[in-house]
Each structure stands twice: as structure tokens, then as C-alpha cells.
């Protein structure tokens, strides 16, 4: 895949991350998951989308279906107003599984209309809202069954960090 397509692929599927992130008040939203037990909320069956955090670290343990691939942010905004890549140029990111890096893809989207539950973190409100993203974004191939572990690091290069270590179980 060319990397216009890689970053295509990447800012669709960001687009739908935000979707789902905002899907979910902030009682039991993913980003705010310590323990994993949020990880399955309002999955898609497509893609399993791995939650972040709203800053600060988090250890998780969840199951998710083997044979669907993975996506999440290693950093990532959603803005009121257009934004580039340009943006998060002093932004930085990791995600690794099993140890091995994983590719990461940054990508901006056009202007996104996202509805989300009531106090979301996107949104703030069930009323539908135009938002712009951009962020460092990783997509993982299908898990094969078994555990496994993904450690997910990024910050925007001035203090807002990100860090979470999942055990996973592929089944």
C-alpha cells in the first residue's frame, strides 16, 4: 500500500475511532479505562479500536476477537477548527506489540461531523458537532490467538503524554 493510501486508510479509520471514543459518556468511556474493563464498549465488528488515554497512563487487560485488525492513536486531537499534520509537528509516538514497533501513519482529516453521548470527551454533547482530527495513528494486522502485549506511548512535545500497556487476548 502507498503511503497516500496508508494515510488515507489511517484518517477513515480515525474518523470512526473519534466516532466511537464520543459514543460513550465519560462514566465509562475507553479513554478513561484503567483496567480494560471499558476496552469492548460499542465495538465495531470490522476493526477493534484501542483506547488511549485523556493523559497519564493506564494498564489494561481485555479480550478481542482474533482475525480483525487493531487501531488506535499513539497521539491524537480533535480540534473545532481545521488542522494539518503540520500541527502535531513536534508531536511524538509509539505503539508496539510483542516488543516490535508498529508502523505508524500521521494523518489529518477534513472537517468530521461526530454525535456522541451525553458528556463525551469529543463532543461534550449529544448534538452532533464539527470536529477536525489529526493524530499519530497505528493500525495492527490480526492478532493470531493467544495473549499478547501492546504498549501504546505519545505525547504532543509539550508535556501532554500518553502511556498504556494492554495485555491482550486474541480468541
Given at each position: 500500500m502507498s503511503t497516500t493510501d496508508q494515510t488515507?486508510?489511517?484518517a477513515a479509520?480515525?474518523?470512526r475511532w473519534t466516532q466511537w471514543v464520543a459514543r460513550t459518556s465519560l462514566l465509562n468511556n475507553p479513554l478513561l479505562d484503567e483496567t480494560g474493563d471499558d476496552a469492548g464498549r460499542k465495538q465495531p465488528g470490522d476493526v477493534w479500536f484501542l483506547g488511549g488515554t485523556m493523559g497519564g497512563s493506564a494498564r489494561r487487560d481485555f479480550r478481542v476477537p482474533a482475525g480483525i485488525p487493531l487501531f488506535g492513536p499513539a497521539f491524537c486531537m480533535w480540534c473545532?477548527?481545521?488542522v494539518t499534520?503540520?500541527?502535531i509537528e513536534g508531536a511524538h509516538g509509539s505503539v508496539r506489540l510483542d516488543g516490535q514497533e508498529v508502523p505508524l501513519v500521521r494523518a489529518a482529516t477534513d472537517a468530521v461531523m461526530i454525535r456522541g453521548a451525553l458528556l463525551n470527551p469529543v463532543t461534550r454533547t449529544f448534538w452532533p458537532v464539527r470536529?477536525?482530527?489529526v493524530g499519530i495513528w497505528a493500525t495492527i494486522e490480526p492478532l493470531d490467538p493467544g495473549t499478547h502485549t501492546i504498549?501504546?506511548?505519545?505525547g504532543d512535545g509539550f508535556g501532554f503524554e500518553v502511556n498504556v500497556e494492554a495485555t491482550v487476548h486474541a480468541t
Open positions: 488515507a486508510a489511517a479509520y480515525a474518523t473545532p477548527g481545521p499534520v503540520g500541527h470536529r477536525w482530527l504498549e501504546i506511548h505519545g
